[in-house]
C-alpha cells in the first residue's frame, strides 16, 4: 500500500509574515481534523508544503512538531560557486528543508527550464539527502493532438532515467497537465488515472515492477475539495500537489481529510 501525499504548491504568495498567518490557521484546522479521525491514523497522508524561499526555515521550525514537511519550489543545478541569485540544494537542507520541487510547468513555461538542466537538479537533490518532487505534464495543444503519452514519457526519461533504482525511493512523481494548473479545468478522474497508469507502467519497463509499485504520483491541477475524491479514489493517484487551495487553510485541511480516508 502506497502511503498518500498532499502536497501544497504556495508558489509566489505570502511575505514570511504573512506565511507565519497561515500556517497558524492551518494547524488550528488541520489539528482539529487529525484528532477527529484518530482511529485511521495509519492512513493519513504526508502532508508536505513547499512555501517560497524565504518561509521555509521558519515553517520548518512551525511545523516540525507537527509531522507535516517542508520543501522549496527550486532549487540551483550546481552545487555552490558563483552563480548569482541561486539557492543551493544544502542550503536548503541546512534550513531543514526535506525536498524539493523539480519542473514544474511554471518553471518550464517562464525560466525555460528543460533537460540536463532538471536532471542536474535532481541530483542536487538527492545528494542533499532530500526528496525531489518531479512534475510533467502536457499542454494542451499536446493533448490535442494525442501527443500527451509521448511527452510526459519524454518529460520522465530527461528527468530520472539516469539514476540508479535505489535513488527512487526519494523520488516522488506529479501529472500536472499545464491545462489544468490554474485554470479551474481539472482533469478527469478517467483522464488522470489513464496517465498515472502509463507513468507508473513506463517507470516498471524502466527500474522493474517493484520500483513502479512503490512510485507515488500525484496529480496536480485545479484540485479542491469538490473534486479530489473522484480523483484521489483512482487507483494509480496517490495523492496531490494543490496550488490555488493550499493558500485557503479550509480547503486544503478538507484536502487532506478526503486522502485521509478515500482508500
Ligand atoms: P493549482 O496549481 O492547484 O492552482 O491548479 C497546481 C500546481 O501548480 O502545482
Redesign the pocket.
Known amino acids: 500500500m502506497r502511503k498518500m501525499i498532499v502536497a501544497g504548491?504556495w508558489k509566489m504568495n505570502k511575505t514570511p509574515k504573512q506565511g507565519i498567518e497561515l500556517l497558524v490557521k492551518f494547524f488550528k484546522h488541520y489539528d482539529f481534523e487529525r484528532s477527529m479521525i484518530d482511529e485511521s491514523a495509519r492512513a493519513f497522508p504526508e502532508v508536505i508544503l513547499f512555501p517560497p524561499f524565504l518561509n521555509i526555515a521558519d515553517a520548518a521550525s512551525l511545523c516540525g512538531g507537527w509531522d507535516v514537511k517542508v520543501g522549496a519550489q527550486n532549487c540551483a543545478s550546481f552545487s555552490d560557486g558563483p552563480y548569482t541569485g541561486e539557492v543551493s540544494a544544502s542550503m536548503l537542507r541546512s534550513v531543514r528543508c526535506e525536498a524539493v520541487l523539480i519542473g514544474?510547468s511554471e518553471r518550464r513555461t517562464h525560466f525555460g527550464e528543460a533537460g540536463k538542466a532538471l536532471s542536474a537538479k535532481i541530483d542536487q537533490v538527492l545528494a542533499n539527502r532530500m526528496a525531489a518532487y518531479v512534475c510533467v505534464g502536457e499542454s494542451l495543444k499536446e493533448r490535442n493532438s494525442k501527443k500527451h503519452f509521448a511527452v510526459v514519457t519524454g518529460q520522465l526519461k530527461e528527468a530520472i532515467f539516469h539514476l540508479k533504482v535505489e535513488k527512487l525511493r526519494n523520488i516522488v512523481l506529479a501529472y500536472?497537465p499545464v491545462w489544468?494548473?490554474?485554470t479551474g479545468k481539472t482533469a478527469s478522474p478517467e483522464q488522470a488515472q489513464e496517465m498515472h497508469a502509463h507513468i507508473r507502467n513506463i517507470i516498471s519497463k524502466k527500474f522493474g515492477s517493484k520500483a513502479g509499485q512503490k512510485i507515488r504520483i500525484l496529480y496536480?491541477?485545479?484540485?479542491n475539495p469538490g473534486n479530489a475524491f473522484d480523483i484521489f479514489s483512482q487507483p494509480d493517484v496517490d495523492g496531490g500537489?494543490?496550488?490555488?487551495?493550499s493558500l485557503n487553510p479550509r480547503d486544503f485541511v478538507n484536502i487532506i481529510k478526503i486522502a485521509a480516508i478515500v482508500k
Open positions: 504548491n514544474h500536472e489544468a494548473i490554474g496536480g491541477g485545479s484540485c500537489l494543490i496550488g490555488g487551495a
